[in-house]
Every structure is written in C-alpha cells, then in structure tokens.
T-cell receptor, first 115, second 115 residues
Framework: DGGITQSPKYLFRKEGQNVTLSCEQNLNHDAMYWYRQDPGQGLRLIYYSQIVNDFQKGDIAEGYSVSREKKESFPLTVTSAQKNPTAFYLC??????????????FGPGTRLTVL | AQKVTQAQTEISVVEKEDVTLDCVYETRDTTYYLFWYKQPPSGELVFLIRRNSFDEQNEISGRYSWNFQKSTSSFNFTITASQVVDSAVYFCALRELYNTDKLIFGTGTRLQVFP
C-alpha cells in the first residue's frame, strides 16, 4: 500500500543525546515535511524539502537537522541543542510544492520523550 | 500576517447531535486554499477537504459539510448526526499562493462524541 511510514512510534531519549526519527514514503512525492505538535497547539513546521539534496528551515528549525539523500526518505535528527524536544513529530509529503492546491499526506507520527 | 484561528478548544456532544467547528483565517493573499484535517487518537492526520479562495460553494460529503464565507474569512465544518467515531481533533489549515511551501495550521478543536 502507498503511504508514509514513521519509525519508531515511541522513542525515549536521555538528555544530551541526539536521536534520529525515520520517515519514508512510497507515494513518489517530491516534497516532504517535518512538523512538531505540542499539546493544545497546532502543527509547527520544522524543516521541509522540495527535492533531493535540498531542504529549507521552517519556523522552528533550531536544534534539529535533516537530510534528503533519497526521494523516499527524509530523516529528522533531534540534537542535544533542542531545549525542549518532548513532543509528537509528524512527517508529511505532497506531490508538488509549486501548486497551492496540493494537500499534504501525513505519517502516523513519532512520540519522543526526553527522560 | 497569515493566521488560522480555531477558537473552540474542545466540544462535547452526544451521539446524533449536529456540531459545527469554527475556523477563521487571515491572509493578505487573494489566492489561497483552505483545508480541514482530522486527527484521530492514533495520531495520523487525515485529509478531509480542500477549498480554493474563488469557490464559495458549500460542500457536502455524507454527514460532513463545509461553509466557506470570504466576507467573514471563515471556513466552518459541520458534522450532522455525529457518531462516536467522529471523536478526534480537527485542524483547519491555510496555504497561500505566494507561500506555497507552508501549510498554516490552527490550534485544533477536540471533538468528543459520547454514546
């Protein structure tokens, strides 16, 4: 089935550790996105990528890094520089960022907890 | 500045009641799209509908209907004869023509439908 997979579903991290969240899509979409969701808040954009080997910072990129070496994959690294990383992380993709009407498709999310 | 406001943080209804979720947006662009997403307890956002700024026709899909009014910058969502399976967080989102990379989300409305 076509879709977006994120792993792991739950992740626990000790303070000071870097951790990488996986996002894979088999929809052949060009664009991919990472969002952070905190309780009672909407989704905030961390990073996005329109094409392989290129990505842009979103609204809250500090303390995060990404790579886009393959069209299907867009991993997110939460570094120790991120002061408050405990949150729910959602990955999304869309067919073409150049068209306003394209909806984004979302993965099931990863819940990260810092101990 | 672009913004999406969902003033209703949480709504509780009993099954078979009708319920309307409000969405008010701000944009300086004349061309934009509005979206509604559903986030069930599993966490994954599910796309419900897309509406462009030039189409003010109401949309009906089964028990769901949407009312778009540019005069009041609103894009409200009504569920008729609500069911327990409708329990979720619902997000309204805006995408502007000149800023196609960003999907701007409201803070969401949590709907609880009790049997």
């Amino acid at each position: 089935d076509g879709g977006i997979t994120q792993s792991p579903k739950y992740l626990f991290r000790k303070e000071g550790q870097n951790v990488t969240l996986s996002c894979e899509q088999n929809l052949n979409h060009d664009a991919m996105y990472w969002y952070r969701q905190d309780p009672g808040q909407g989704l905030r954009l961390i990073y996005y990528s329109q094409i392989v080997n290129d990505f842009q910072k979103g609204d809250i990129a500090e303390g995060y890094s990404v790579s886009r070496e393959k069209k299907e994959s867009f991993p997110l690294t939460v570094t120790s520089a991120q002061k408050n990383p405990t949150a729910f992380y959602l990955c999304a993709s869309s067919i073409n960022t150049g068209a306003t009407y394209n909806e984004q498709f979302f993965g099931p999310g990863t819940r990260l907890t810092v101990l | 500045a672009q913004k999406v406001t969902q003033a209703q943080t949480e709504i509780s209804v009993v099954e078979k009641e009708d319920v309307t979720l409000d969405c008010v947006y701000e944009t300086r662009d004349t061309t934009y799209y509005l979206f509604w997403y559903k986030q069930p307890p599993s966490g994954e956002l599910v796309f419900l509908i897309r509406r462009n700024s030039f189409d003010e026709q109401n949309e009906i899909s089964g028990r769901y209907s949407w009312n778009f009014q540019k005069s009041t910058s609103s894009f409200n969502f009504t569920i008729t004869a609500s069911q327990v399976v409708d329990s979720a967080v619902y997000f309204c989102a805006l995408r502007e023509l000149y800023n196609t990379d960003k999907l701007i989300f409201g803070t969401g409305t949590r709907l609880q439908v009790f049997p």
